[in-house]
């Protein structure tokens, strides 16, 4: 007798489901995104105990009429394709004929659909992948889904399911990046009977990330925005100074669609270079829409990743996006020299009730020309209020204060310039008047050995007179030379208090020389060089944290003020 059987389609849909809908929120997603490639301007979703007694889309879609309301069930049933070479291009979310089958086979299904222009409506039922009845049935335009006691066919998976509350986190998560991804779709989410979230339709981008992620997230955020003949970039990047433990505040959204793409996560990353600690995450919000020939969605039977044709073009525009979207918001910063003064000295008379109204909102300066035709420095005109405890310097901006701590400041700018010495063939050097002798242990002379060509790079210039003795006769541009020895000597303790791997030497080296170089926490400042130090940040590339990652400034917004003096909400 012959082993080998046909499975039947029930079964097969059933085993179908394991991978197409492992857990509520994965029939969710397939419902919402249904939802959305039937044109829908609105969607609701109605869940019971954390989606496993009942999931509810309703949506005001294009409808379906009676025979394809039955036919959405059938395996490999799709409006959304009909030939291979339309995988290439393919629009919609769904192309694989498979959700409705797969959700339908493990649990009790009831369909209610209707197209605008039919008198009446359609409502099927199936239960564990059979159909049980078909009637017509008055219903408004748009398709409702209700999914009951999901995976009651299949025992072995129903075990499988958490709590409750932790099915619907993932609910929440899902749905939550459906309407990111669409901000102008209105939905609304409910759990037993509570309303979770609801987001108008119609919304800007910028409104629905706040509905969603919240107004501090917004505000903490960088606009992005990138655009070649092949791909547009858009979305929103977490600022410098604010990163995040976990990468579970990335978004990306690739032709609308929500996929992981360890990629496009690594080119926003390697942006954010020195700007961002380690073991640390950017959050983002991006959008990438390209030509959908370019992308292959078709590599995951839930289409989380993807695959890219050319994923070297992919990097290189991704990580250009986020770079000059993070370099914008640097210069932003600080090229804001508040004319705060001009605003309350320019003989307009303010009555009381606008003062702060008007403080809110300082006229742009007016940007003063050189003779030579170019624009003045933002950073001659810099609104500095005050140093305060030796450490940090108060300036006023556009939006409100800036404090800006002067150590990490001065790292940055030091870094950028001896790194960028290193990539000039001859680096200037200062010589020494009077040239400095180190005496070294045996353990620093051996790791100068290997160090002084990184150092020679940035502008030093040594002799090593005989064994463990080594003299210093020219230092870079950029360092003091009275307090050299001291420098020198405290970057080599820096240097001995680790063991540090070849590959990253010349990053530890530049890193430990701008630390040690730069004025100290307590340092007092005179007003000229608390001036430079913040015209030399404002020309410094990455100078919203300092070389180990930290927050050089932090921004006091007047709308913050405002909030905490209660005059907002
Ligand atoms: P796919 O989305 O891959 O085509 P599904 O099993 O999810 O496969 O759906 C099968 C078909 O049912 C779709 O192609 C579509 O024609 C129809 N359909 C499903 N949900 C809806 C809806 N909410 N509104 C209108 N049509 C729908
Ligand atoms: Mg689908």
Redesign the pocket.
């Known amino acids: 007798m012959s082993k080998i059987k046909i499975l039947p389609d029930t079964l097969i849909s059933q085993i179908a489901a394991g991978e197409v809908i492992d857990r509520p929120a994965s029939a969710v997603k397939?419902?919402l995104?249904?939802?959305l490639?039937?044109g829908?301007s609105f969607c609701s979703i109605e869940i019971e105990q954390g989606g496993a007694q009942l999931i509810a889309?309703r949506?005001n879609?294009?409808?379906?009429d009676a025979s394809?309301a039955v036919?959405?069930?059938a395996r490999h049933?799709?409006?959304?394709?009909a030939q291979f070479s339309d995988l290439e291009k393919i629009e919609?979310?769904?192309?694989?004929?498979?959700?409705?089958?797969?959700?339908a086979s493990v649990s009790l299904v009831c369909?209610k659909?209707r197209r605008d222009k039919d008198d009446a409506g359609t409502e099927v039922v199936f239960s564990a992948g059979k159909l049980q009845s078909q009637n017509s049935a008055g219903c408004p335009p748009?398709?409702e889904?209700v999914v009951r006691n999901l995976f009651f066919s299949t025992p072995a998976r129903k075990k499988f399911l958490k709590s409750p509350n932790t099915e619907f986190a993932h609910i929440v998560a899902i749905s939550s990046h459906l309407a990111l991804a669409n901000p102008a779709v209105g939905f609304e989410l409910k759990h037993n009977g509570k309303t979770i979230f609801h987001c108008a339709l119609g919304q800007t981008p910028e409104a629905r990330l706040c509905e969603i992620l919240g107004g501090d997230f917004l505000s903490r955020s960088i606009p992005v925005s990138f655009a070649t003949p092949s791909i547009h970039i858009h979305g929103f990047i977490g600022e410098p100074g604010m990163p995040r433990s976990s990468k579970r505040h990335q978004y990306l959204f690739i032709n609308g669609r929500d996929v992981s793409d360890p990629l496009v996560a690594r080119a926003i990353t390697d942006a954010y270079g020195s700007r961002l600690p380690p073991r640390t995450w950017p959050a983002f919000v991006v959008n990438v829409d390209m030509d959908p020939r370019e992308v292959d969605i078709n590599v995951h039977p839930r289409k989380l990743t993807v695959k890219f044709l050319d994923s070297g073009r992919i990097y290189k525009d991704i990580f250009q996006a986020a770079s000059q979207a993070l370099e914008k918001f640097e210069k932003k910063i600080f090229a804001s020299a508040s004319t705060a003064q001009n605003a309350q000295n320019d003989g307009t008379q303010y009555d009381a009730q606008n003062l702060s109204q008007a403080a809110l909102k300082f006229p742009q300066p007016e940007q003063e020309k050189r003779p030579d035709g170019l624009v003045a420095e933002p950073f001659s005109e810099l609104q500095i209020i005050a140093q305060v405890a030796d450490s940090y310097i108060l300036i006023r901006t556009e939006e409100g204060l800036a404090i800006v701590d002067q150590h990490a400041a001065h790292e940055r700018i030091l870094y950028e310039k001896f790194r960028s010495a290193a990539t000039e063939s001859r680096p200037q050097t200062q010589p020494l008047l009077v040239p400095l002798a180190l005496d070294c242990s045996r353990e620093e002379a051996i790791f100068l050995q290997d160090a002084v060509r990184h150092l020679q790079a940035f502008g030093f210039e040594f002799d090593q007179w005989s064994g463990n003795t080594f003299v210093i006769r020219g230092c870079p541009l950029a360092m003091k030379t009275e307090n050299l020895s001291k420098i020198f000597r405290d970057f080599l303790n820096d240097m001995m208090s680790e063991k540090i791997n070849k590959e990253i030497l010349p990053e530890r080296i530049l890193k430990s020389l701008a630390c040690k170089t730069a004025v100290k926490f307590g340092m007092k400042l005179s007003l000229p060089e608390q001036q430079k130090l913040m015209r030399d940040l404002g020309n410094t590339p990455n100078g919203a944290t300092c070389p180990h990652g930290r927050p050089t400034k932090v921004i006091v917004t007047f709308e913050e003020l405002e909030r905490r003096f209660y005059r907002r909400k």
């Open positions: 397939e419902l995104e249904n939802s490639d039937a829908a889309v949506d879609g294009c409808g379906m394809d036919a959405a069930f049933a799709t409006s959304k394709i919609s979310y769904g192309f694989r004929g498979e959700a409705l089958a797969a959700i369909l659909t748009g398709t889904i």
